[in-house]
């Protein structure tokens, strides 16, 4: 079955870096779009970053633009988010994201998520 697992995450000083892994398995990952979002307490899933399957193209939220760098390796069946210059209000759940169509069935796949704090 398909299992995402996110790790890297932590209690990190503001301005401070944190690299954010995600560890796919049961699908093809070179195949798939990957994403990173994030949920910050009260607050909706935010999309934060996404790359295509080669890593080509990526696509970031406004918020992240120039701080945060997503990647992957296709080899290591794993993805990255790198987060640099952190801000208190980066502060969240941060959880690695699948989805698309499979014989026209969608599908959509989360991990269990890795908590980010920035504080001082």
């Known amino acids: 079955q398909v299992q995402l697992v996110e790790s890297g995450g932590g209690l990190v000083q503001p301005g401070g870096s944190l690299r954010l892994s995600c560890a796919a398995s049961?699908?093809?990952?070179?195949?798939?779009?990957m994403s990173w979002y994030r949920q910050a307490p009260g607050k909706e899933p935010e999309l934060v970053a996404a790359?295509?399957?080669?890593?080509?193209?990526?696509n970031y939220a406004d918020s992240v633009k120039g701080r945060f760098t997503i990647s992957r390796d296709n080899a290591k069946n794993t993805l990255y988010l790198q987060m640099n210059s952190l801000k208190p209000e980066d502060t969240a759940v941060y959880y690695c994201?699948?989805?698309?169509?499979?014989?026209?069935?969608?599908?959509?796949?989360w991990g269990q998520g890795t908590q980010v704090t920035v504080s001082s």
């Open positions: 994201n699948v989805k698309g169509l499979r014989v026209g069935i969608p599908y959509n796949y």
């Open positions: 049961g699908f093809t990952f070179s195949s798939n779009f």
């Open positions: 790359i295509t399957t080669a890593g080509g193209d990526t």
